[in-house]
């Protein structure tokens, strides 16, 4: 009996999901991010805006708390991990608001995947940024590339990647 394309796919992702579970333990934030997407893509549905009104509330408490524009919050967490909480990037940044490991330690930030204290951390850290260069712009290059590039370059830096991210930030901001 010959297999459809369908039950070969279901097959080999069977297959897939047998892998990830017996690496679970080890790269567990990363696998759980993975098989979020996997299974919204095999329901045929788009990453979408985790609605949660704690994550709202959140954003609103740390935005406020930090003079932060609360659109500007949700734009970074929309840019950097599309709300997914426990989104980790091939650099290792972590949380919805994608903390560098040791950058979320300066913060205080034990757990970044808790989002309660990655927004903290997050929105802290955007503020010096801001504050520092005196500018949104620059804060969000600094915030995508690192301060010293932005240093590095006296300004946003030359990399499409940073480019991008600000101008996808500010349009999300604007937009949201």
Same mark, same amino acid.
């Given at each position: /009996? ?19 579970? +017996? ?13 979020? #997407? ?25 935005? +406020? ?23 980790? +990037? ?6 919805? /608001?994608?903390? /560098?490991?040791?950058?979320?330690? +300066? ?28 500018? #949104? ?12 590039? #932005? ?17 996808? #930030? ?7």
């Amino acid at each position: /009996m010959e297999l459809s394309g369908l039950e070969i796919t279901l097959s080999r992702i069977r297959q897939i999901e047998s892998r990830i579970s +017996s690496l679970e333990h080890k790269f567990a934030p990363t696998i759980s991010s993975f098989k979020t #997407v996997l299974n919204e893509k095999i329901q045929n549905k788009e990453p979408s805006k985790n609605n949660d009104t704690d994550i709202n509330k959140i954003i609103e408490k740390y935005s +406020s708390e930090n003079n932060l524009d609360k659109n500007l919050v949700d734009a970074v967490i929309k840019a950097e991990s599309n709300y997914e909480k426990n989104a980790v +990037s091939h650099a290792g940044a972590q949380g919805l /608001m994608q903390l /560098m490991p040791l950058t979320a330690q +300066s913060l205080g930030v034990i757990d970044p995947f808790d989002p309660e204290q990655n927004i903290s951390g997050g929105t802290k850290y955007l503020k010096n940024l801001i504050n520092r260069y005196n500018s #949104v712009e620059l804060g969000l290059a600094a915030y995508n590339a690192g301060p010293h590039n #932005v240093n590095k370059y006296g300004g946003i830096p030359p990399f499409e990647e940073t480019r991008n991210y600000v101008k996808k #930030v500010l349009e999300l901001q604007k937009n949201p």
